[in-house]
């Protein structure tokens, strides 16, 4: 057996987490339903393309609104 070896510990999280799932074990699926709400959309492609074909270049220096006097 290695020295390294700790089978019989568990963090405070994990047993929090682990409590928590028996405490209400409908978590799981309420996360996934939370999920499916913000991230997992469908993207409109046209849409998209519209927003990029919209954009206007960025200049080199981002907080310089005119060209310098000397042209440099």
């Known amino acids: 057996m290695s020295i390294f070896r700790r ?3 568990t963090s405070e999280v994990t047993q ?3 409590s928590l ?4 074990p409908t ?8 999920r499916a709400i ?3 959309q469908k993207i409109d492609r046209s849409a998209e393309q519209d927003y ?6 960025q200049q080199p220096y981002v907080y310089q609104t005119e060209q310098h ?4």
């Open 7 to 9: 089978p019989d510990y």
């Open 16 to 18: 929090f987490i682990e």
């Open 21 to 24: 799932k028996v405490q209400k």
């Open 27 to 34: 978590l799981e699926a309420e996360q996934l339903e939370g």
């Open 38 to 40: 913000w991230w997992d």
């Open 52 to 57: 990029e074909d919209g954009r206007v270049a």
């Open 69 to 72: 006097p000397n042209g440099k």
